[in-house]
C-alpha cells in the first residue's frame, strides 16, 4: 500500500513497525469493538471451565472453522476480525506533515489534514520517542 502525498513524498506501508503510521477506532465505536473483545473473552475462558469449548467455537465462527487451533490463534482471529470492523489507519508524511485518514475500515481511501504547528514525529510508538 502507498499514498502520494499532496508534497510528492509518497508513503509506503509494506512492513510492520512503521514510525509514522498509526491506528484509530473512532469513540462512537469503542463499545462495539472493546466490549464485544471483553465479552468474547469472558465468554472464552467460561465456556473453557464449563466443558463447552465446541459450542463456543461453532457460535463465534464458522462451521468450517478448525477446532484444533491453539488459543492464541483463536484469539488473533477474533481480533483480526474487530480490526476489519473498526480499526482505520493513519500515516503522517514525514516530509510535510500531512496526516491521512482512512475514512473507512475496508476502504482504501484516505483524507489529509495540514498540521499548523512545526511539531512532527506524532505517531511514533510510546518506546521508540
Ligand atoms: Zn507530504
Known amino acids: 500500500m502507498k499514498i502520494r502525498c499532496l508534497c510528492d513524498n509518497i508513503i509506503y506501508d509494506q512492513r510492520e513497525d512503521l514510525p509514522y503510521k498509526a491506528e484509530y477506532i473512532p469513540d462512537q465505536d469503542y463499545e462495539a469493538d472493546k466490549g464485544t473483545t471483553i465479552r468474547f ?29 491453539p488459543i492464541d490463534s ?46 512532527r514525529g506524532l505517531l511514533r510508538g510510546r518506546l521508540s520517542r
Open 41 to 69: 473473552l469472558a465468554e472464552m475462558i467460561r465456556s473453557w471451565a464449563a466443558g463447552e469449548w465446541e459450542k463456543f467455537l461453532d457460535t463465534h465462527f464458522s462451521v468450517k472453522y478448525p477446532h484444533d487451533l
Open 74 to 119: 483463536i484469539v488473533s482471529d477474533f481480533l483480526t476480525r474487530q480490526e476489519i470492523l473498526f480499526r482505520h489507519n493513519m500515516y503522517e508524511c514525514d516530509t510535510c506533515g500531512r496526516l491521512w485518514l482512512q475514512t473507512h475500515p475496508d476502504k482504501d481511501e484516505y483524507v489529509s489534514y495540514l498540521p499548523e504547528t512545526e511539531e
